[in-house]
């Protein structure tokens, strides 16, 4: 299995700025993807973060708001910008490993409040 | 129509239960079935896998898949204080693609 490292596990962010959350696998991998969960639902898919190229945005997200990098095949950021209260989420980075590459593993987490 | 529905609950059950979560899917092309269990404030952790139908066991934890029902069911028995948590089920019809998940349901088991 994959083991998923993110940075900051939270923090307290002011109306209006922009934070990036970084995400570390201790393996290459090919795939890997970021999510939202707001306080009481359930994952939602905010886009594929491609090695190489511009990352691939789930409808409702776009990449001004949610600019994303991945530069190797172990890391990938993730940047909430002009943040308001409505982004108050969880932020979670995931990749794909196992032997057959189908099996889909989660970083603990980024828990963002926006005052 | 939503892709995955889950019931929310919340689920009580005392220690020592059977355990019966279940989830429905609106497209026949989703092949790849999984559970995950969310303890509060923590990431998912990736419980059971199974692809296309069938049944499939690991320890007290047994994962089913109808395909014909589109209904994929999660068992856990002699259920333990430690296995309170949100139990989400998701989904995708291609491997190592981007998973669709379900609403999660909150299980909270007594001792």
């Known amino acids: 299995s994959a083991v998923i490292s993110q940075k900051p596990s939270r923090d307290i962010c002011q109306r209006g700025t922009s934070l990036t959350i970084q995400c570390q696998v201790d393996s290459q991998v090919t795939m890997m993807f970021w999510y939202r969960q707001q306080p009481g639902q359930s994952l939602t898919l905010i886009a594929t973060a491609n090695q190489g190229s511009e990352a691939t945005y789930e409808s409702g997200f776009v990449i001004d708001k949610f600019p994303i990098s991945r530069p190797n095949l172990t890391f990938s950021t993730l940047t909430v910008s002009n943040m308001s209260p409505e982004d108050s989420s969880i932020y979670l980075c995931?990749?794909?490993?196992?032997?057959?590459?189908?099996?889909?593993?989660f970083g603990e987490g980024s828990w963002l409040t926006v005052v | 129509q939503k892709e995955v529905e889950q019931d929310p609950g919340p689920l009580s059950v005392p220690e020592g239960a059977i355990v019966s979560l279940n989830c429905t899917y609106s497209n026949s092309a989703f092949q790849y079935f999984m559970w995950y269990r969310q303890y509060s404030r923590k990431g998912p952790e990736l419980l059971m896998y199974?692809?296309?139908?069938g049944n499939k066991e690991d320890g007290r934890f047994t994962a089913q898949v109808d395909k014909s029902s589109k209904y994929i069911s999660l068992f856990i028995r002699d259920s333990q204080p430690s296995d309170s948590a949100t139990y989400l089920c998701?989904?995708?019809?291609?491997?190592?693609?981007?998973?669709?998940f379900g609403k999660g349901t909150t299980l909270s088991v007594s001792s």
């Open positions: 199974t692809y296309s139908s």
């Open positions: 995931s990749a794909v490993s196992g032997v057959a590459g189908n099996t889909i593993y």
């Open positions: 998701a989904i995708s019809n291609q491997a190592g693609t981007a998973l669709i």
